[in-house]
């Protein structure tokens, strides 16, 4: 069995964004919103959605045929793939299981991570484990969301919230003292009523909306947030929680190149950069384009500061995310390539 202890980092990205964009200006008229009311109090200003004929698994797919690409490998040469989501194409089989087969990774080992946002820094703190002992070389980690799918549209507090993307990363072992430098995971199911879906079997299970849109969609229930609570804790755990594997790491604020952060709200992002100490051209934000895309949202942030030249090889990342469960979770990376 290996037991090894290898550095291992992630070694290329990919993304994958639906065509059809979705304004506020749009969401206007179809809920009682406004464009200045969603860019204050989120700084969203429009959000990406799937049509009627995609699912999770085609995002995933994209990104991480894109992901592979940009590292110059195949997906022969995948031994793992994890996919986070909170929107799966369907309970079983996993989603994974179905990029898999699907991008042709005929030996790949699959499966899902439901970690609410916090799901792909929890899928990169699993995978990580498999290239560090040696048991696997290369492992295709996914986020991605098709929370089109689960929202409300009549409710304004979530409706304007949310979007639909996939981001992938290539972990691989890198050289000596680069890669992942330190890890920070958390949960406190205490908090599970706050920001939750309910799934079949569960007490809370109801259908949402007509018979033939239930028959279209399958949506059992709707996402329900408690939004105010949500961002208290949020706007406490994103400060305390990077602050904690920047210091496990070794490293200390003046270290950090770059803070790729959740993109969920511009207002939790900017407490979060504060606690650091961080001046705006160290904090990635993306937000304003995309919304929360929950698990994608930090993998498709870290491939758009990588085209746009702001990490070079050597540069410590702080990625940091929170989420359903309640959960949270935070890395350092030392860009290897």
Request: with cysteine; aromatic share 6%.
């Amino acid at each position: 069995m290996p037991t090894g202890n290898l550095p291992v980092g992630i070694v290329s990205t990919g993304i994958s964004l639906p065509e059809k964009i979705l304004t506020n200006n749009e969401l206007e008229k179809m809920v009682d919103t406004s464009d200045e009311w969603i860019r204050t109090r989120t700084g969203i200003a429009e959000r990406r959605m799937i049509d009627e004929t995609m699912a999770t698994s085609d995002l995933a797919v994209r990104a991480g045929e894109m992901a592979l690409a940009n590292a110059g490998l195949t997906p022969g040469d995948v031994d793992l793939i994890i996919v986070a989501t909170v929107t799966p194409d369907m309970y079983f089989p996993s989603t994974a299981c179905l990029v898999q087969e699907k991008i042709g990774a005929s030996k790949a080992a699959a499966f899902d991570i439901s970690a609410g946002c916090t799901g792909f820094i929890y899928a990169l703190a699993v995978g990580s484990q498999f290239v560090k002992t040696g048991m696997y070389e290369t492992v295709l980690v996914i986020g991605a969301e098709a929370l089109s799918r689960v929202i409300d549209w009549s409710d304004r507090n979530t409706c304007v919230l949310f979007g639909d993307a996939a981001g992938a990363v290539v972990l691989r072992p890198v050289e000596q003292g680069a890669g992942i430098l330190a890890v920070e995971l958390g949960s406190d199911g205490s908090g599970a009523d706050l920001l939750k879906l309910n799934a079949v079997g569960s007490p809370g299970y109801r259908l949402s909306g007509s018979a033939e849109e239930n028959d279209r969609t399958g949506i059992a229930d709707y996402l329900q947030m408690a939004g105010s609570e949500v961002f208290k804790f949020a706007v406490r755990i994103m400060g305390e929680c990077a602050a904690g594997v920047v210091s496990r790491a070794g490293l200390t604020d003046r270290d950090i190149n770059i803070f790729i952060p959740h993109q969920a709200n511009i207002r939790i992002i900017r407490a979060a950069a504060k606690r650091l100490k961080l001046p705006d051209e160290k904090v990635y934000v993306n937000v304003a384009k995309y919304g929360n895309t929950s698990s994608a949202s930090i993998p498709v942030a870290l491939h758009e500061a990588l085209l746009e030249g702001k990490i070079n090889k050597g540069d410590n990342i702080v990625l940091v995310g929170f989420g359903a469960g309640l959960t949270w979770g935070a890395a350092v990376v030392k860009w290897a390539v």
